[in-house]
């Protein structure tokens, strides 16, 4: 299984960017898919994931400012990130699970700076 994540970049404080994680690969279907932030000195997080139900959770920071969404005919998932702030900046990784087995996407930048 490979994903591959983009859509990073730089965004203003206030803005938006949609990351995009699209899977490739032998698998039937992918149970969880989920999306992690790593920030320069600080612990890998968990921001937003969904299941394969549509259900969805999110980190207390990002509330009701991101979105998490999924394409499952595509094997794809997005997050959808909006009124950006400098504490958004990390390198955010794409998570997929199928069956019992994890995978992680590379990381892609996202910076939030005036």
């Known amino acids: 299984v490979q994903l591959q994540a983009s859509g990073g970049g730089l965004a203003q404080p206030g803005g938006s960017l949609k990351l995009s994680c699209a899977a490739s690969g032998s698998f039937f279907s992918i149970n969880v898919m989920g999306w992690y932030r790593q920030a320069p000195g600080k612990q890998r997080e968990l921001v937003a994931l969904?299941?394969?139900?549509?259900?969805?959770a999110y980190a207390d920071s990002v509330k009701g400012r991101f979105a998490i969404s999924r394409d499952n005919a595509k094997n794809s998932g997005f997050l959808q990130m909006n009124s950006l702030k400098p504490e958004d900046t990390a390198v955010y990784y794409c998570?997929?699970?199928?069956?019992?087995?994890?995978?992680w996407g590379q990381g892609t930048q996202v910076t939030v700076s005036s």
């Open positions: 998570y997929v699970a199928i069956t019992d087995q994890g995978y």
């Open positions: 969904i299941t394969s139900d549509s259900s969805s």
